[in-house]
């Protein structure tokens, strides 16, 4: 295995890896907006959605891999309202690739975030 740690995302807030490699994987783990993201304001879910796919963006790139090897993404998302929203960022984000995902709606975040991803992309060793 092979843990996966950048300074370009934020550090993890717990006892694990930012991700972790196994059998050509990369497990990414939950990741919140981070510190210096504003949690209010009307453009204030749009703004976590863009640093959080980011922060997972960079994580990746540290593992040799990118948004087009993910092949799996759970998105937890506070208010089901954000629905559309968070699709559209989304899919602006991954463009024609188009991972197996789940959208879990959760009533609330840590710190008081309104989006948290987890990834899983393969890239063949």
Request: hydrophobic fraction near 40%; charge should be negative.
């Amino acid at each position: 295995m092979n843990f996966i740690f950048t300074d370009k995302a934020p550090a993890p807030g717990g006892h694990y890896s930012q991700a972790v490699q196994a059998g050509g994987f990369t497990f990414v783990s939950g990741m919140l907006p981070g510190p210096g993201v504003a949690t209010d304001g009307p453009d204030n879910f749009e703004r976590q959605v863009r640093a959080t796919l980011a922060h997972c963006q960079r994580v990746l790139d540290e593992a040799g891999c990118a948004l087009t090897d993910v092949a799996q993404c759970t998105a937890y998302i506070v208010d089901v309202k954000n629905w559309p929203e968070f699709n559209r960022l989304y899919a602006e984000y991954f463009g024609a690739h188009k991972p197996s995902r789940a959208v879990v709606p959760v009533p609330e975040l840590h710190h008081g975030f309104l989006v948290e991803l987890q990834m899983v992309a393969y890239r063949a060793e």
